[in-house]
Structures are given as C-alpha cells and as structure tokens.
C-alpha cells in the first residue's frame, strides 16, 4: 500500500535518511523503533510531504506521492504529529472540524459521530477548549482530528509521549482497533516494548538507516533489540546490585 524506495532527506546540508527502503501492506500496523535523533519524525514528514527527499521515491496504492502536505491528506495519508499540536485556543468540535476541512458536510457529521462514540470524553467536553484538556484527552483529540478525514493510512509519532502508562495502554488499544476497522498504520514509538508487541511488522532505524526489519514478535525475542531498546542489561545490572548489597549487608536485605 505504502512504499518507500532509496529515500534520502534532510535539512540544509544535514542527511538525516539514507536510502531508506520500507513497505506497508493495507491492513497493517507496521512499527518503526529507535532511539532520539534517528530520523523516525523525519521519515513520516517526508512520506507527509513536509520535508521534501533528496533522492528516492514514495508510492502510495502503486502511484508517486505528491510532495504538497494537503494533496498527502487527500489521497487518504494522515499524520497524528509528535507533541498532538491541537489549536490550543478552538473548542474540541473546533479542532476535529479543521480535520474534515476536505470532507463535505455528511461526510462530517458521521465522521463526528463515529469519533464521539470511539472517544466519549471528547463528546463530554465539545465545547471545551482544548487547551484545557489533559495530555491524554489532547492525544484523543489528535487522534480523532486525524480520523476526520476518512484516511487509508494514519502515520502515529510517539503517541505515547508524556502520558500516563493507563492512558497510553488506551491509546495503544485505540490504534489497534483503528487498524481493525480498516486503516493501515505506521507507528513511531520510543515505547518499543509496546510498539513491537502491537505490530505486524517492524523497521528498526538508526543514524538515519534501516538496520534491522522483520515481524514484531521477532524483533522482541532477539537479544540484540532486547539489550538496546528494552534495557534488559541494565535491569539485571540493577538486579545484581541488589543482590550483592543483601549479601554484604545482611540487615538491609
């Protein structure tokens, strides 16, 4: 559904992709996993058409992508960005309205409706302005504003960023029962615990390149992923240490 061929992007003289090669099947949920400063934002703003590619190509459904952001949205590819970027001063209605500034007006009502009942807490609070909402609540309303287009493919940056674990096992389900009811999803997550347990299919991204590629619970078996993204070493070092001061203090154990 989704492909990206030798893509290379950056900003000025800085490459922060290198000939990046990926592909999305419709019906997936395809994660991308890595540490800060790898280039995972970078690539959905570039499939996203906010950063324009050196070289190299994206094809949705088989067809070039166009390079403008609101020609992206109207082939059916959504960005949920990074930090939610609600309109910190529009009501909740507000701001899933500007998510359906391509949709005619029933389109809209049931696109509304449907996102009031997958999120009630946003239909509680529809006049409410978003500024006002929790971080959990904002991340709904991105998520729903996103929804107001009717994508094929929503593209989901650290939606998990600065929330409480409750909360980001909500969004978790969220996204899963999005894909379930027909939209394909390519996830960005710092959470790889979670965004490998969840996915299809995943891309490990490092310094710009893909590294590693293979099924999520493939990836969250190797001892490679285990060490470098679930700090799997560091908890036995701490583990250790623990031991060791029982046994050396006895009164402390």
């Known amino acids: 559904m989704l492909t990206v061929k030798n893509l290379s992007a950056g900003y000025g003289a800085i490459l922060a992709l290198h000939e990046i090669n990926l592909e999305v099947n419709q019906g997936q949920i395809v994660s991308i996993i890595g540490a800060n400063g790898a280039g995972k934002t970078t690539l959905l703003n570039t499939i996203s058409g906010l950063v324009r590619p ?129 939209v394909t999803v390519l996830l960005v997550e710092q959470n790889a615990r979670k965004a490998l347990a969840l996915c299809d299919y995943a891309y490990v991204l490092e310094n710009g390149r893909i590294t590693m590629a293979g099924r999520g619970e493939e990836l969250l078996a190797d001892p490679r992923i285990r060490k470098a993204y679930l700090g799997e070493q560091a908890e036995c070092k701490v583990k250790g240490s623990a031991t060791a001061a029982s046994e050396l203090n006895p009164a402390r154990g």
């Open 54 to 182: 050196r070289q190299g190509s994206i094809l949705f459904m088989g067809e070039e992508l166009p390079r403008q952001p609101h020609l992206v949205v109207k082939r059916g590819i959504v960005q949920v960005p990074e930090g939610r970027r609600v309109f910190a001063g529009l009501t909740v209605r507000e701001n899933l309205l500007m998510g359906g500034y391509l949709r005619n007006s029933q389109e809209i009502a049931r696109n509304m409706e449907h996102i009031y009942t997958l999120f009630p807490v946003l239909k509680e609070r529809a006049h409410q302005y978003a500024g006002t909402l929790s971080g959990g609540e904002q991340q709904m309303l991105a998520v729903g504003r996103g929804l107001m287009s009717n994508p094929k493919v929503m593209l989901f940056d650290e939606p998990s960023l600065g929330l409480a674990p409750l909360v980001v096992n909500t969004i978790f389900s969220i996204i899963k029962r999005i894909c379930e009811e027909g």
